[in-house]
């Protein structure tokens, strides 16, 4: 291109290739030191025609509406996270329940296991397995009623080892007069005696243990 006195030449490529180095995405005031760039930089004799200036800033105007919805974005999401936290202490003081089977156990240290039966059982199998899924223990109930029950696990194994701090879980076998198999759901409860707000979980504190706020099912006011 032949140079004009008096109007100075700038490399479009370095100042691109620059700022791409510096950050590899461009927010909209990136995109306005480009726009302003290009404009300094044409040709007098050849300036940018009306529909390409009005679709560069269309670009801009575009951007800056994603950008404003983004940030509007954190806001929302900010102020969810401390609704969500100030609801979560308001459990404090309160029983929940959390469904499931697995628990973490630490030694020398007993377990409440958890469990509702669909009809009245005269016969009651809880069976114990570690993180492996190997049976570490058995315990048999007689006659338990319709409704929700528990079980007191010692923590030892079938040959009375204590059984070391880990993951265990436990299935429950319901039979009725008739013998037939009886529905069972099995799931965890207590007190919860304070709230830790994690990184990316919030969690209760129920029987000394984290149960994370998403797995709770109930919430009940102790009378």
Do not use: C
């Amino acid at each position: 291109m032949e140079m004009i006195p008096g109007v100075t030449s700038i490399d479009n490529s370095k100042t691109v290739t620059k700022m791409a180095d510096e950050d590899s995405s461009l927010g909209k005031d990136d995109f306005l030191k480009l726009l302003i760039a290009q404009l300094s930089a044409q040709d007098p004799l050849d300036p940018m025609g009306a529909q390409d200036f009005s679709a560069q800033l269309a670009q801009f105007s575009g951007l800056e509406q994603m950008t404003n919805v983004n940030a509007n974005l954190e806001i929302i999401q900010k102020l969810e996270t401390a609704s969500q936290n100030t609801s979560s202490l308001n459990l404090i003081g309160k029983t929940v329940e959390s469904y499931g089977n697995a628990f973490n156990h630490s030694a020398n240290s007993s377990e409440t296991l958890s469990y509702s039966l669909a009809s009245d059982a005269v016969s009651v199998r809880i069976d114990m397995f570690d993180s492996t899924g190997s049976q570490v223990d058995m315990i048999r109930i007689d006659n338990q009623g319709q409704g929700k029950n528990t079980a007191s696990w010692d923590g030892f194994d079938k040959q009375g080892n204590p059984l070391p701090t880990g993951t265990y879980s436990y299935t429950v076998k319901a039979d009725n007069q008739a013998g037939g198999t009886i529905a069972v759901d099995t799931f965890s409860s207590g007190l919860v005696s304070d709230v830790v707000f994690g990184k990316d979980e919030t969690y209760a504190i129920v029987n000394g243990k984290e149960l994370p706020i998403s797995a709770i099912k109930r919430v009940s006011i102790n009378q």
